[in-house]
């Protein structure tokens, strides 16, 4: 027997010695030392035979892309099968390293030419997003009558600001199965049982969190007040949602001056209208659309914004206006508004509007088309009203003019206004062309008063083709 032993232990201390000797041989081999793998090799059941490293992993990325895996339900029924995955897999260092760490099926492969057999995790570096959609869209992860998870919260859209309670959902986390999916295709494992309740998510807010309860508390006191903007016909408030957001989080009711600053740029983005595009149908029927000028409100940011930090920190319910630093005629609006002096340059007309109603109407004779002195077209008003003055300009050909008018209502920042011009005898008309003015709108001396006197400085002026 005992013969037998020694017998033994020398036979499997030979094996070992040769396997060390090959593996040792091996190791120096020009084909260890190769970026190919030798014939008969296997990897994750896939032949990569005589491919080199990249070509194995092109192989193995298409291969398993290719492959199904199917969900089963509780009683072992097929609820998906998923294909396409469309992923890229971190698999080049495993390649590389597969000889090395195998090195003794390897060296026995060399010499004797059995199977080289090689597995490892095909681990996902990114996936598609046409097939997570295609996962997450599943019916068995959408069911009809299946509810959302939702946490405890505050409902700050009712007076009292009551806590509505959690409710503990029916509908399955499909992010969450998503990556256990993935899981599952790393490890090649292609059945995956499903189990819907393991990926009910849980509220982690239950109406009976305490620091639910102190927040509504903080709701009551605070949020109740009452912001009311006043902007023409329209009105709006700012809600307790809004609210809270413009107080600081430590719940001192104090507001945050940096929230504060945001919402009033987000006014003035909203309402700020000089200069904007405003659309009205003229007395002939046409719909004219004009953008640009001077004319309309611009909220005043920074003494807005000092207001407003001021009314929060009150508590004090308010209704105002926005502090403007540019205020149209009248009330507030976006749209022209019904009084306003329509400078129709296509049809060489002046028409005044007042409360909706023709006012007054006649012919001008705007800025030349052919020196390029053209009128400006845009929204303006009327920035002043002066008797009995000189207007001084170039003449374009080097020369100076100086010319004296009883009535002067200025519109632009640049020169240009409505004044009477004795020293034409026609109106209207295709004068303007080749023989109209410097960009000022000249009227009929019989008829200039008139506008003048009716109108006022902040006046609306819309200037258009």
């Known amino acids: ?10 036979i499997i201390l030979a094996i070992m010695a040769i396997i060390g000797y090959a593996t040792f041989a091996y190791s120096k ?7 190919r793998f030798p014939d008969n090799t296997q990897i994750n059941g896939v032949d990569c035979s005589g491919l080199t490293y990249d070509q194995a992993g092109e192989k193995l990325t298409e291969k398993w892309n290719a492959k199904h895996i199917v969900i089963t339900g509780p009683l072992s029924d097929d609820l998906a099968n998923f294909t396409g995955f469309g992923c890229t897999y971190k698999i080049e260092k495993s390649l590389k390293n597969a000889k090395k760490h195998g090195i003794v099926l390897a060296a026995m492969n060399h010499f004797i030419k059995t199977p080289l057999i090689v597995h490892f995790p095909m681990t996902v570096d990114k996936y598609s997003e046409e097939f997570r959609q295609n996962v ?19 409902d700050l859209s009712k007076p009292n600001f009551p806590i509505v309670p959690e409710i503990h959902g029916t509908k399955p986390d499909g992010e969450a199965f998503f990556k256990d999916l993935l899981k599952h295709i790393e490890g090649g494992e292609f059945r995956f049982a499903f189990e819907e309740k393991d990926y009910y998510t849980v509220p982690e807010i239950t109406s009976d969190n305490e620091e639910l309860k102190e927040y509504q508390k903080y709701c009551k006191k605070y ?19 809004q609210l809270d957001k413009l107080m600081k989080d430590d719940r001192s009711g104090k507001a945050d001056e940096t929230a504060v600053g945001e919402y009033v740029v987000s006014l003035a983005e909203k309402y ?12 002939s029927g046409r719909e004219i659309s004009v953008a640009g000028g001077t004319y309309g409100w611009e909220i005043n940011q920074d003494e807005e914004k000092a207001q407003l930090v001021k009314d929060i920190n009150s508590h004090k319910d308010v209704t105002r206006e926005p502090v403007f630093s540019e205020k149209g005629y009248g009330e507030y609006s976006r749209a022209l508004g019904d009084t306003y002096i329509d400078v129709d340059i296509s049809y060489q007309t002046v028409k ?7 006012y007054f109407s006649a012919n001008c004779v705007t800025g030349c088309r052919a020196t390029g002195t053209t009128t400006d077209i845009g929204t303006y008003y009327i920035l002043n009203k002066v008797r009995n003055v000189v207007l001084k300009g170039d003449n374009g050909d ?11 209502l200025g519109v632009t920042w640049t020169g240009q206004g409505f004044h009477d011009a004795d020293w034409r005898g026609a109106f209207g008309g295709s004068i303007w062309v080749y023989n109209g003015s410097h960009g000022c709108i000249n009227m009929p001396p019989s008829r200039m008063p008139e506008l003048y006197n009716a109108a006022e400085v902040g006046m609306p002026v819309v200037m258009h083709y």
């Open 272 to 283: 700020d209208n000089i200069g904007a595009e405003r659309n009205f149908t003229s007395l």
């Open 398 to 408: 080097g020369t100076k003019y100086e010319s004296p008018v009883k009535y002067w």
């Open 136 to 154: 997450l869209s599943s019916e068995f992860l959408n069911k009809k009558n299946a509810k959302e998870s939702r946490n405890a919260y505050v």
């Open 1 to 10: 027997m005992k013969k037998i032993i020694i017998t033994v232990l020398i």
């Open 29 to 35: 081999s020009d084909d260890y030392k190769s970026d």
């Open 352 to 358: 005044f509007y007042i409360k909706g109603e023709l």
């Open 223 to 241: 949020l109740k007040q009452k912001i009311t903007y006043s902007l023409g016909e329209e009105t709006f408030t700012i809600t307790a949602e």
